[in-house]
């Protein structure tokens, strides 16, 4: 069964291609570290570790490894994400949506295939963890 969790709309003071062009790229994560490493300790260090490269994000959350893949890019407007031997299957993707010239807007999506005793274990932690990143994503200095 598939089960699908969407953030609040987040609006962001930059340009729809500013944003995409830093989030397309993850080594762009870098000089965010500042902000990652708030958004860990707002977890009380639920969050291990974290590293990237252009393509794919791994975090260890609670002694699990999780990657994510980037699988697909559309130009200015969306970045899709695949799990990578994550517990469950899962894909993630972020929209990015233009305001104006300088403010854009983005929402995260995570949908992931569960039966129904892991549906009951998983809602809760995958709706708060999609609210946070997309709250991380709208706080960093694009």
């Known amino acids: 069964?598939?089960?699908?969790?969407?953030?609040?709309v987040k609006h962001i003071s930059y340009s729809q291609e500013r944003v995409y062009g830093v989030l397309s790229d993850l080594n762009n994560m870098e000089r965010m570290r500042d902000k990652l490493d708030e958004m860990k300790s707002k977890l009380e260090g639920k969050i291990?570790?974290?590293?990237?490269?252009?393509d794919s994000l791994s975090i260890k959350v609670q002694g699990i490894n999780l990657t994510l893949r980037i699988i697909e890019r559309e130009p200015m407007k969306c970045i899709k994400f695949e799990g990578d031997k994550t517990p469950i299957p899962m894909n993630l993707w972020i929209q990015i949506l233009p305001v104006s010239e300088?403010?854009?807007?983005?929402?995260?999506?995570i949908r992931a295939e569960v039966n129904m005793f892991m549906k009951?274990?998983?809602?809760?932690p995958l709706q708060e963890g999609v609210e946070k990143l997309a709250e991380t994503l709208a706080r960093i200095p694009y």
Not at 48 to 54: A, C, L, Q, V
Not at 102 to 109: A, F, G, P
């Open 102 to 109: 300088e403010e854009s807007k983005i929402k995260v999506t």
């Open 1 to 8: 069964m598939a089960i699908q969790f969407e953030s609040n």
């Open 120 to 124: 009951a274990m998983v809602s809760k």
């Open 48 to 54: 291990e570790g974290m590293s990237f490269d252009r």
